[in-house]
């Protein structure tokens, strides 16, 4: 792929590492490609950091014809830096793109569109312990029209943002609002795709949880509101007497790459992971019984974030008196050992940016 690079005149001042956030700083370049039927994916550039100008009419300002993806660069030890099994993230976006009829970026073009961006501005992977530099790329409908159909022109979009750990308390355990009014996805939509409308949707219940002292939201399967699904922006796992359990991969929870992650290592430990429909009642028994060990939301920004309490309607249950499980932390320090490079990555998982 022909890159254009384009310099910007005055390099922006870093951030101190120490106190980075989630999302709040930008680095000083992006990539940006277009797409239009007659010439496909062209005009690949990395260029300044900036706005993107666009006609009122725009579709994705209308209809919501976007998607998105999450990743890290991590710098090793060594101060080399490296991504963590990018070609999932390549992949989930050209399934994401088929399901809202929008033009996928070849696996390889995506790869190599990240690393170009990430080696042009090596200087923002942060070295900090927990630091990364979070890459979001993403993709829109373009075209100026407000007819509902299948837009003629795209832009893929990815911006890097150098990053803390994602919760602000560190990796101590939250307390999960289960949702029992909205739901977020049904077979048949788009639950599986990372796409901005799954987001756009599921905010009343996140404002919804913060108003009764949650972090986040617990959602349930949106035909029954019996089954329990996956959290705001994470999957979700959980320890009942010895076995793990977790959402099935079956159109309505997101496919994370961090939760197959898991899904390997558990199973190399000799877990018997259960990729099967749990029921908020019988999660709410294994609770209250004691079997419920551990229970902990899995995804790339925080990693592995342990639950410290369900609340479902007027009940609500203690996970391991609200501190960190061994598992999960075990869990924590061995995949985040594998992506900053203190472990060897036995799996093949890394990729280094060279
Ligand atoms: C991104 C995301 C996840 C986690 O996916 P990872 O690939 O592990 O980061 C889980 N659920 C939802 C809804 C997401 O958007």
Not at 117 to 126: G, N
Request: charged share 25%; with cysteine.
């Amino acid at each position: 792929m022909d890159i254009r690079f384009e310099k910007r005149e005055h390099l922006q001042e870093k951030p101190d590492q120490k106190n980075l956030g989630f999302g709040k700083h930008f680095t000083d370049y992006m990539f940006v490609m277009d797409w239009d039927k007659e010439q496909g994916w062209h005009d690949a550039a990395i260029v300044p950091y900036g706005g993107i100008p666009m006609d009122p009419a725009t579709m994705v300002l209308h209809y919501a014809q976007e998607t998105f993806e999450g990743m890290k660069a991590y710098r090793t030890a060594e101060g080399k830096i490296q991504l963590f099994r990018p070609e999932m993230n390549a992949r989930r976006m050209i399934k994401s793109n088929e399901r809202l009829c929008m033009p996928g970026v070849p696996e390889e073009m995506f790869v190599e569109a990240v690393k170009a961006l990430v080696k042009a501005q090596e200087d923002w992977v942060p070295s900090e312990p927990g630091t990364s530099l979070y890459i979001r790329p993403f993709m829109f409908a373009t075209e100026a029209s407000l007819g509902v159909h299948m837009a003629k022109s795209y832009k893929f979009v990815i911006i890097t943002t150098p990053v803390g750990a994602y919760y602000a308390e560190g990796i101590n355990p939250v307390k999960i609002l289960v949702e029992d009014e909205y739901v977020r996805a049904v077979k048949g939509g788009t639950g599986f795709t990372k796409c901005g409308g799954n987001y756009a949707s599921s905010i009343a219940g996140q404002v919804k949880a913060e108003k009764m002292g949650c972090t986040q939201v617990l959602w349930l399967d949106g035909v029954h509101r019996k089954y329990v699904e996956e959290v705001g922006t994470m999957n979700i796992m959980f320890k009942i007497a010895g076995e793990i359990y977790t959402a099935p991969l079956e159109g309505t929870v997101l496919p994370g790459v961090t939760r197959d992650s898991l899904i390997h290592i558990l199973r190399d430990w000799g877990y018997k992971v259960n990729e099967t429909h749990l029921s908020i009642d019988d999660l709410m028994k294994a609770g209250h019984d004691g079997t419920l060990e551990e229970a902990f939301g899995t995804g790339t920004a925080a990693v592995v974030s342990p639950v410290g309490e369900f609340v479902y309607k007027d009940d609500s249950v203690i996970v391991n008196d609200f501190k960190i499980g061994e598992l999960t932390q075990k869990l924590y320090d061995t995949l985040t050992g594998i992506q900053w490079g203190k472990l060897e990555d036995k799996y093949g998982w890394t990729t280094p940016v060279e």
